[in-house]
């Protein structure tokens, strides 16, 4: 009778679930986590509640569509959700925010990150074999920045860099992300100060292991080339391949050679123990890794894919240069979706703001997947800005993705993008920025000095 029961709850609470989907048609996103696949996962993560003007799935479906608009503003958000219930002949009392930021600071961090983390690993999971590189899973790995208001409690979170004066400088935390190469979605992500102990790329990195499967290939630039990294990756039945670092050096005369500039060589354990690591973790890593180097077209890489008769030295070049599609996915989440300078004034809700960014993100990467199999196309060929555009206007008018999915996912598919191998750009911009001095005091002292002395 219990099982009876169990089973009739679960029933209802997922019929549930899909009506609210159904109510936030317009909004849109929430009907991809509604879909076979992610009901149970997100049924799993959805927190109790009451019913609301804003119960947690217009809230977290509300709060994505931010992330994709240009103007990501609260108000904004408020008056699309006001303007779709008066077109459903709802009642709308007040396009007020209060409501609305209450109802997102009520949004679980743990319920958007798992959320994430479950699109993430569904979509690199489906992809096809044609799609990996040898069948396997290769997984980017890099690391960015990014700004935030300036409030007391984001400065005592995410402090601004030492370089700069107090009250001049804004709170700046560094994000570290695991990407499938092959679809683009983000598997994992872990978030921190951009300075102090264990802080670094390679200390968020290690909060990250569970994004890594044996069988996998870490695919990463120099900084990732450490040797408490590749141990720990070997351990784990992971193969790296990464440029050399330049602290290392490398001498082809030593080791076993395997051909022209392609040699397997021992490294050695350090033998000062790193300030994070315990004595008895640093007493279970092997004294000795043996990798192989090989110098291609002047770069050398490092690699635990030690047999060159399975993989050449040029298929290593070749994959190696795929690392850039990690520097084009961050792009994407910070400049398309504006992730460079979040908005919210608080650590807890600025973790999450990240969160939604890279839910909406992933989401916006499962369309682009299904619309790549349809059309039997890599997902790396297809525009993900083109794909945000689409799916923004496919939801602001309201067309019914279930009634009529071929043809957005046809639409997408419409557009490719260049093919630009070995393109070069400088690190530079051509418009010159507004000729007005920086703010070098607190505002507020600024503000006081106009008013006193007049604009300088």
Not at 24 to 51: C, I, M, Q, S, Y
Not at 65 to 85: E, I
Not at 103 to 124: D, F, H, K, N, W
């Amino acid at each position: 009778m219990r099982e009876r029961n169990a089973k009739f709850h679960s029933k209802q609470h997922r019929q549930q679930i899909s009506r609210r989907a159904q109510r936030v048609d317009a909004v849109g996103f929430f009907n991809l986590l509604t879909g076979p696949e992610l009901l149970k996962v997100t049924e799993a993560h959805l927190p109790e509640h009451r019913e609301r003007l804003y119960p947690p799935t217009v809230a977290l479906s509300m709060f994505m569509r931010q992330a994709l608009d240009a103007d990501g503003s609260c108000q904004k958000a408020v008056n699309g959700w006001a303007a779709q219930r008066r077109a459903e002949g709802l009642s709308v009392q007040s396009v007020r925010t209060g409501a609305y930021c209450k109802a997102r600071e009520r949004l679980p961090v743990p319920m958007v990150t798992g959320l994430t983390q479950a699109v993430g690993e569904l979509i690199s999971a489906r992809a096809k074999a044609g799609w990996r590189w040898r069948g396997r899973h290769v997984k980017l790995v890099d690391g960015t920045g990014i700004s935030m208001p300036d409030t007391p409690e984001n400065q005592a979170c995410y402090p601004q860099p030492s370089s700069q004066a107090a009250g001049v400088g804004f709170p700046l935390a560094r994000v570290v992300g695991v990407i499938c190469l092959a679809t683009g979605a983000v598997i994992d992500a872990a978030i921190g100060p951009q300075a102090g102990k264990g802080n670094s790329e390679l200390g968020l990195l290690r909060t990250l292991g569970a994004a890594f499967s044996p069988g996998d290939v870490m695919l990463a630039d120099a900084l990732y080339c450490n040797y408490f990294l590749v141990a720990t990756m070997l351990a784990a039945g992971v193969d790296v391949l990464f440029e050399q670092n330049g602290a290392r050096h490398t001498d082809f005369r030593r080791g076993v050679s395997l051909g022209a500039r392609d040699h397997l060589v021992r490294w050695t354990k350090s033998k000062t123990r790193p300030e994070w690591m315990s004595a008895e973790q640093y007493a279970e890593f092997p004294d000795a890794l043996t990798v192989r180097e090989v110098m291609v077209d002047g770069q050398i890489l490092v690699t635990t894919l030690l047999n060159p008769r399975q993989v050449r030295k040029n298929a290593l070049d070749r994959l190696y240069a795929q690392r850039w599609n990690v520097e084009l996915d961050l792009r994407n989440i910070k400049t398309t979706l504006g992730v460079d300078v979040l908005r919210c004034l608080t650590p807890r809700m600025v973790e999450k703001e990240l969160w939604v960014h890279l839910l909406a993100y992933n989401l916006i990467r499962l369309l682009m997947a299904q619309a790549a199999l349809d059309a039997s196309v890599h997902p790396r060929q297809l525009s993900f800005k083109h794909t945000v555009q689409l799916w923004t206007e496919w939801t602001t008018h309201r067309v019914d993705l279930g009634a009529d999915p071929d043809t957005l996912f046809r639409l997408i598919a419409q557009l490719t993008v260049g093919n630009r191998p070995g393109r070069i750009e400088p690190r530079a911009r051509k418009r010159r920025p507004k000729p007005y001095p920086w703010l070098k005091m607190p505002r507020a002292e600024a503000r006081e000095q106009v008013r006193r002395y007049g604009h300088l």
